[in-house]
């Protein structure tokens, strides 16, 4: 059974435009070589009417729920994990699965 893990950002107010394209774009290439990884999507909200102040997210889906966890602890992961805490002041993660 799949499962998913959904995460919101609120990113600071100073960050660029450069910072945001890095952590997208290394998320994208670095997210999906862990292992038990079978999508992950990442970009800005379309719109910000409902959004609680949240700018962007990611929704990752895994092959198993046990994934998540090793997700977690992956190298890639956690480097990623560091340049999230540079550019954001708040995130919110939700974990589903169906």
């Known amino acids: 059974m799949p499962a998913y893990r959904i995460v919101l950002f609120k990113l600071k107010k100073d960050v660029s435009e450069a910072q945001v394209e890095q952590f997208i774009n290394e998320s994208k ?22 959004t609680k102040g949240y700018d962007m997210g990611i929704i990752l889906q895994v092959e198993t729920p046990e994934h998540l966890a090793s997700f977690a602890k992956d190298a890639r992961h956690l480097r990623l994990h560091e340049l999230r805490e540079q550019i954001t002041e708040d995130s919110l993660a939700f974990n589903l699965a169906f």
Do not use: N
């Not at 290439?29 to 409902?50: T, Y």
């Open 29 to 50: 290439e670095e997210g999906r070589k862990v292992p038990g990884v079978l999508s992950l999507e990442i970009g800005p909200a379309l719109d910000m009417q409902r």
